[in-house]
């Protein structure tokens, strides 16, 4: 045979799948090429880049943080919790309550406080929130953030999901819309739809001079890495090593298996809906730190680039959770290059979430079920 | 005295009976085997012993107690161990992972129970950190048997066990069946090698259409000439 042969044979042999990979791994090729030219000839500033992949790579740690929690779910309960963005929304509100109400203890009514100042008045900013100047506070609100949304997730399990045990994805999945919807507005109902600041603004910071500009990373900045990486590590610890992890991991690869086992599966859920609860809240502390905001909406907001994440990861896999967040929240900022910014850098993630989809129909991670 | 007995079972999946006035009894490390054609309730029978399936009538007592209607961890407890017959093995879990999960109701890792698993399963401790899901289906099957024993029950049910094994390797499962009994744990094994099965076997049922056929020694079955005719294909 001759080598044109085998060369048309070869073509012949290509699917449609391989013929999109080629497109994507030359568009991306090319978007590379653009990027390092760019930077090269001075068209784009090398700190703006960096800048934008540090800015990603925190968005991705909370994208990640809060993904484990869905994950985890998915993959013992066989359902997509719609009600999780609102998880984050809630575990966000308890946490920086209480940490308004030990920063500013009597600086206004518990009320005030404690809903994180629904009306105008003292505010994060009056307070002094930082990590520098109310370091307690900070840590109190970060850890009533997970607690408190592990228990109130518990709560929601019993009175809600815990009926309807084996109904299905389906249904599961409309009530959790029906969760959500619920959940978001008896947040606006107690602490209001006001958008307001929760922390200091001009915080110190390690700035680093990157040729042509400054890429900083404030104490918030840090605060968000170390926090979300060793939340992250926790939860890999928890699942490789504890015999809950185990069991949970059994669980997710089998339930009916896991039933005549002896593992006490309701137990076990129980424990996931908590852990992927906690998880969830701490990554709404951790944004609303990170933001320097907090409004009654941005859990639900991102909600679906948590989603993007957890299925461009492989749904079901933690690791893929963490991965696929990071490719969403540095793919996100980075193609603010080329795109005006705002709410066109969405785009991007959901174009990354359909081509991945599209080339690997069960995402990065896919098939590794890790619980 | 049997440690097991079944006494007019009914019973089946939702609406539908599979069972009707089914009689079964194991002694204690008495080795029992049910044969059958397919579709005959042998898996159904087993599974109403372990109560995963809807119960109909009937009674199941183990040791003189009713155990119809208990949870699978609650019959576990009892000292009885299930090995079902498909997807037996967590297949991301690691083997000794797989064995860890067999003693979850206990506090602690039996370390003595694992030792005499790999023991039993010289393999099993040679792979230990494999994941289960990339092992043979022989392997497998190991894995299987042996988390059902680290809990060490005196009566352990397995559903095929030689189901799916090269041939070659069906001999070596039965020897490793007829160990388990040999260390005096009681067996219920539903099998679709009726012949090899009835040789080892102390006792065999030939269940039928849901119902009890034929009962007698493994050797009796064997050359009785009508369930040879019928069941056993001449």
């Not at chain 1, 070869?10 to 994507?24: A, S, Y």
């Not at chain 1, 919790?81 to 920086?96: E, I, K, L």
């Not at chain 2, 009890?212 to 064997?222: H, I, K, P, Q």
């Amino acid at each position: 045979m001759s080598t044109v042969d085998t060369v048309i044979d070869r073509g012949r042999g290509m699917t449609t799948e391989q013929l999109l990979l080629l497109v994507v791994g030359l568009g991306a090729f090319l978007l590379l090429g653009d990027l390092i030219i760019g930077i090269l000839n001075g068209t784009y500033s090398i700190s703006r880049v960096a800048r934008y992949v540090v800015e990603g790579t925190l968005y991705g740690l909370i994208i990640g943080l809060a993904g484990i929690g869905l994950s985890m779910t998915y993959s013992i309960l066989n359902f997509a919790n719609f009600a999780h963005g609102d998880y984050v929304t809630s575990g966000a509100f308890f946490g920086w309550g209480v940490t308004y109400l030990v920063a500013g203890w009597g600086a206004a009514s518990f009320g005030h406080l404690v809903l994180v100042a629904p009306q105008r008045g003292v505010g994060g900013a009056q307070l002094e929130i930082a990590i520098t100047s109310t370091p307690f506070a900070i840590m109190a609100g970060l850890l009533v953030a997970g607690i408190g949304t592990a228990l109130f997730v518990y709560l929601i399990d019993r009175i809600v999901y815990k009926p309807m045990r084996g109904s299905g994805g389906i249904p599961l999945l409309i009530t959790s819309i029906g969760v959500a919807f619920a959940l978001r507005y008896i947040i606006v109902f107690v602490y209001s739809n006001r958008t307001r600041g929760t922390t200091l603004g001009g915080l110190p910071s390690f700035d680093l001079l990157l040729v042509d500009g400054w890429v900083s990373i404030d104490v918030h900045d840090g605060t968000l890495i170390v926090a979300a990486v060793a939340l992250m590590l926790g939860v890999h610890l928890m699942l490789q090593r504890t015999k809950l992890g185990k069991a949970m991991r059994a669980m997710s690869d089998n339930r009916d298996l896991a039933l005549v086992t002896g593992i006490p599966t309701e137990q076990i859920i129980r424990w996931t809906w908590m852990i992927g609860g906690g998880l969830a809240g701490s990554a709404g502390y951790l944004m609303v730190l990170w933001t320097g905001t907090i409004d009654w909406q941005f859990g639900w907001l991102l909600l679906l680039l948590i989603f993007a994440a957890v299925i461009l990861g492989g749904i079901g896999s933690i690791y893929g959770a963490i991965f696929g967040g990071l490719i969403i929240g540095i793919s996100m900022h980075l193609s603010m290059v080329w795109l005006p910014g705002g709410d066109f850098t969405t785009i991007t993630a959901f174009l990354i979430m359909i081509l991945v989809l599209m080339i690997k129909p069960s995402g990065l991670f896919g098939g590794k079920t890790t619980a | 005295m049997s440690m097991l007995d079944v006494n007019g079972l009914d019973a089946g999946y939702g609406d539908l009976q599979i069972l009707s006035d089914v009689d079964l009894t194991v002694a204690e490390e008495e080795y029992v085997v049910i044969v059958g054609p397919n579709g005959a309730g042998k898996s159904t029978a087993m599974k109403s012993v372990f109560g995963l399936t809807t119960y109909m009538g009937g009674s199941v007592e183990f040791r003189e107690e009713e155990i119809t209607g208990r949870t699978p961890d609650e019959i576990i407890h009892q000292g009885i161990g299930y090995v079902p017959q498909n997807d037996n093995v967590f297949a991301s879990l690691t083997v000794e992972e797989n064995l860890e999960m067999g003693a979850y109701i206990l506090d602690e890792v039996p370390e003595d129970a694992l030792e005499s698993v790999y023991d039993q399963f010289p393999i099993l401790r040679e792979r230990k950190d494999q994941k289960a899901g990339s092992m043979s289906g022989g392997q497998q099957q190991m894995v299987a048997m042996g988390r059902a024993l680290m809990l060490d029950p005196d009566l352990l049910l397995l559903d095929e066990p030689s189901a799916g094994l090269a041939p070659d390797l069906v001999d070596e499962m039965f020897d490793h069946v007829d160990a388990i009994n040999d260390n005096g744990t009681a067996l219920l094994v539903v099998e679709q090698n009726a012949k090899k099965a009835l040789r080892r076997c102390d006792r065999g049922y030939v269940l039928v259409q849901g119902q009890n056929r034929y009962v007698d020694s493994g050797d009796a079955l064997l050359n009785d000439e009508e369930v040879r005719q019928q069941f056993l294909g001449g």
